[in-house]
T-cell receptor, first 113, second 115 residues
Framework: AQSVTQLGSHVSVSEGALVLLRCNYSSSVPPYLFWYVQYPNQGLQLLLKYTTGATLVKGINGFEAEFKKSETSFHLTKPSAHMSDAAEYFCAVSRLGGYALNFGKGTSLLVTP | DAMVIQNPRYQVTQFGKPVTLSCSQTLNHNVMYWYQQKSSQAPKLLFHYYDKDFNNEADTPDNFQSRRPNTSFCFLDIRSPGLGDAAMYLC??????????????FGQGTRLTVV
């Protein structure tokens, strides 16, 4: 089954510091991977997605992620954190043979002044 | 703007009293999903429709049902809500046929409280 594991349920960074949120996937076939962000009491918003081709994917709000097959990883990064980046981040993978998503457990990002 | 709209945003219901959550979309997507998200947990798929074809997850309780009368609307019915059903319910849509890398678009969610 397609699944993702997010390492670290809570990550805290200082404003201006590098953001790194980790996601590893398990898949028997090339996966389709996504990162979503969720602000308090809101729905999920797509940050970026990986399709075949370029392994470095750029998303909204300055985020990017790199697909590394050798490491089965799809980590999310942002060079400089803003206070507004504080939110819950979910990594997700498309199900095999379907279009629903399997989500990781999420990582809560805290940005401190 | 094309979007996914969920009503109401907040719903309080009594233990055992049936409740219906609604979702509408202007994206004309053929797939609609219902996810349940409990506090500090990942969204969990309850079921989805591909057009009118209903697909229930194996572990979705019988207490949860859904209706999709047309492309634009989808409803989640909870027949006898228990305290454990308190959660955020997320509706999402996507377009099947463009490949599994097609993203899902989410509504703002309905937060259900059971008293």
């Amino acid at each position: 089954a397609q699944s993702v594991t997010q390492l670290g349920s809570h990550v805290s960074v200082s404003e201006g510091a590098l953001v790194l949120l980790r996601c590893n996937y398990s898949s028997s076939v090339p996966p389709y991977l996504f990162w979503y962000v969720q602000y308090p009491n809101q729905g999920l918003q797509l940050l970026l997605k990986y399709t075949t081709g370029a392994t470095l994917v750029k998303g909204i709000n300055g985020f990017e992620a790199e697909f590394k097959k050798s490491e089965t990883s799809f980590h999310l990064t942002k060079p400089s954190a803003h206070m507004s980046d504080a939110a819950e981040y979910f990594c997700a993978v498309s199900r095999l043979g379907g279009y629903a998503l399997n989500f990781g457990k999420g990582t809560s990002l805290l940005v401190t002044p | 703007d094309a979007m996914v709209i969920q009503n109401p945003r907040y719903q309080v219901t009594q233990f055992g009293k049936p409740v219906t959550l609604s979702c509408s979309q202007t994206l004309n997507h053929n797939v609609m999903y219902w996810y349940q998200q409990k506090s500090s947990q990942a969204p969990k798929l309850l079921f989805h429709y591909y057009d009118k074809d209903f697909n229930n997850e194996a572990d979705t309780p019988d207490n949860f049902q859904s209706r999709r009368p047309n492309t634009s609307f989808c409803f989640l019915d909870i027949r006898s809500p228990g305290l454990g059903d308190a959660a955020m319910y997320l509706c999402a849509t996507s377009t099947r046929g463009r490949g599994p890398n097609t993203e899902a678009f989410f509504g703002q969610g309905t937060r259900l409280t059971v008293v």
